[in-house]
């Protein structure tokens, strides 16, 4: 692992930083301290100035309307936005476009699919949601039941997806559906791009316990999907699943290693703000996170570094996954305590971010920010693969041992 920056990731930083001395004004604190309404319209103008820039899908080629640049400057790009307080990614639909959908089409998509889909993602004319499991099929996701049925050039889609997270604000959603019932399980799948705006799509939201509406259910019955718009083409979508999830899986890694970093400042002073910084408790497990997001940097920058030598996502990314997703239920458990009685009725700004560790600015003694992430992280290890099952993958993939289904 080389950390030195090359000449071309040092003028991309002075960019960057150049932009962003242009843009916030003096002593802006970072939008977790932005009231929630000036952060909606700050969220809308922050986008549009980033895509004016080219500094959404950085890593992505000129000819898609990306910023031509490499996995490096996209990762000095995370660095410099968390330390500023703004986010990469400003819409909640962006993570599926820009680190699920865009790589996966760069990687396995077809000429035309990228020349139809990456740039109006980028524009935030498409909002990607993810439409993977079922009600049935959840961990053991090719046992989906969802069918497509081919008639003529497009595939006509019958069932029920659930759990497509931003689901109410997308306006596509990329699916895994068995195109083939007589195939074995997993090569009987198609990866289909699916419009849901159109009849025979009905998207519902479901409601969660922090109260919010983040997720939905997807009906489908009788949509339609162009046939040159299945990826990997008919048959070969498992192949295309598992690729996009490892980019899933992977791109918790760097943000969210420098995010967990801006949290646990956030933590510290609010052990300070309760008088805690002579509890030994406290004191060894705040010490106790601070290893481990240390650990989950190395982690990173490891994944960061076999990503720069062009190696796809591998199952190390389950790894990563992994211990972030336990290492948050850590972090927050550790906020509950130090806040004490005050998390039963709890006070203060509610959380900016949903899935990922608050930006800077965000109050440290907000009881009600910390519940929300709290509550937050039990979904965590769950999401992009439940716990058992990247322990599953660790165990059969990086140690050799025969799967849980073979064992
Ligand atoms: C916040 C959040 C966002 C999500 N967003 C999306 C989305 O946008 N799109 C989408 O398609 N889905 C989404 N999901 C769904 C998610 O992918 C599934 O919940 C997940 O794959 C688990 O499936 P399941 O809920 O059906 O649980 P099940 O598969 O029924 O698992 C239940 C329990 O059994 C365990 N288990 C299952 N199989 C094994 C095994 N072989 N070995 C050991 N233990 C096992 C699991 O670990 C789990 O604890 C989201 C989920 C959450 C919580």
Redesign the pocket.
């Known amino acids: 692992m080389d950390l030195r920056s090359t000449p071309q990731e040092q003028r991309f930083r002075a960019r960057v930083t150049e932009f962003l001395g242009e843009q916030l004004p003096p002593g802006w604190p970072g939008y977790g301290a932005l009231a929630p309404e000036a952060r909606a319209s700050f969220l809308l103008d922050w986008r549009r100035t980033l895509r004016e820039q080219r500094l959404l899908g950085v890593s992505w080629p000129a000819e898609y309307g990306g910023g031509g640049l490499g996995l490096a400057e996209q990762a000095v790009l995370v660095e410099e936005f968390a330390r500023a307080g703004v986010p990469t990614h400003p819409h909640p639909n962006d993570t ?1 476009g820009l680190n699920l959908i865009g790589p996966t089409l760069l990687t396995l998509g077809t000429e035309e699919q990228r020349r139809r889909y990456l740039r109006p993602t980028l524009d935030g004319d498409i909002r990607w ?5 079922e009600p ?6 090719f046992a989906l039941r969802t069918r497509a049925d081919r008639h003529g050039d497009e595939l006509v889609l019958h069932g029920q ?7 109410l604000t997308a306006n596509r959603m990329f699916t895994l559906v068995r195109t083939d019932p007589d195939a074995p399980r997993s090569r009987g799948l198609s990866f289909v791009l699916l419009d849901l705006d159109q009849p025979g799509v009905d998207v519902r939201g479901i409601r ?1 316990l922090t109260g919010e509406t ?2 939905s259910e997807v009906f489908l019955d009788g949509a339609r999907a162009r046939l040159d718009d299945v990826v990997g083409g008919p048959g070969g979508g498992a192949r295309v699943a598992l690729a996009l999830l490892g980019f899933e899986r992977g791109a918790v890694g760097y943000a969210a290693a420098i995010g967990h970093r801006i949290e646990l400042e956030r933590l510290v002073a609010l052990v300070r703000a309760q008088g805690l910084t002579a509890d030994p408790l406290v004191r060894q497990d705040v010490a106790r996170c601070w290893g481990r997001v240390h650990q989950l940097y190395c982690l990173a920058l490891t994944a960061l570094t076999a990503g720069l030598r062009g190696d796809p996502p591998g199952p190390e990314s389950s790894l990563v996954k992994l211990l972030t997703a336990e290492y948050h239920q850590t972090v927050t458990d550790l906020a509950m305590r130090v806040l004490g009685p005050s998390v039963l009725a709890p006070t203060g700004p509610r959380a900016a971010e949903w ?1 990922r560790p608050q930006p800077l600015g965000s109050p440290a003694d907000s009881a009600a920010a910390w519940t929300d992430d709290y509550l ?1 992280a039990r ?2 290890t ?8 990247q322990r ?1 993958t660790i165990a059969s993939r990086i140690l050799g041992l025969p799967s ?2 073979e064992a």
């Open positions: 599926f949601a993810q439409g993977y499991s049935d099929a959840g961990s053991d996701l997806k659930v759990w497509q997270t931003a689901g969660t983040e997720f899935l937050n979904a965590r769950i999401y992009g693969g439940s716990s058992e099952i599953d849980s289904r």
